[in-house]
């Protein structure tokens, strides 16, 4: 299993970066995905997440306070990817962010490597 993060940048406070988590080895529809971020000095903070829709019920989705309203999960079965739209994005936002996927109904996790974002004038 490898989970492949990209997407991330330098964008002016304000602007707006999609990040992607493309999964190889397993159909990532069966899996909960999360987004987590890294700030220095601080415990990993789960930024958002998405449930599983393969027994067809409808997405959970997540989001922590910080992001609320400026942030969107989101998933593209067909490319076996899950996305984080960032918008109105500011300086605090800067660090190291990265894709969990967890199967379901287990404790396993896959881990992508990071993608850094940097939002600075």
């Known amino acids: 299993v490898q989970l492949q993060a990209s997407g991330g940048g330098l964008v002016q406070p304000g602007g707006s970066l999609r990040l992607s988590c493309v999964a190889s080895?397993?159909?990532?529809?069966?899996?909960?995905v999360a987004w987590f971020r890294h700030m220095p000095g601080q415990p990993r903070e789960a930024v958002s997440s998405?449930?599983?829709?393969?027994?067809?019920?409808?997405?959970?989705?997540y989001y922590a306070d910080s992001v609320k309203g400026r942030f969107t999960i989101s998933r593209d079965n067909a490319k076996n990817t899950v996305y984080l739209q960032m918008n109105s994005l500011k300086p605090e936002d800067t660090t190291v962010y990265y894709c969990?996927?967890?199967?379901?109904?287990?404790?396993?996790?896959?881990w992508g490597q990071g993608t850094l974002v940097t939002v600075s004038s």
């Open positions: 969990r996927a967890q199967p379901i109904g287990t404790t396993t996790q896959y």
């Open positions: 998405i449930s599983s829709e393969s027994r067809g019920s409808e997405a959970i989705r």
């Open positions: 080895g397993v159909t990532l529809d069966r899996y909960t």
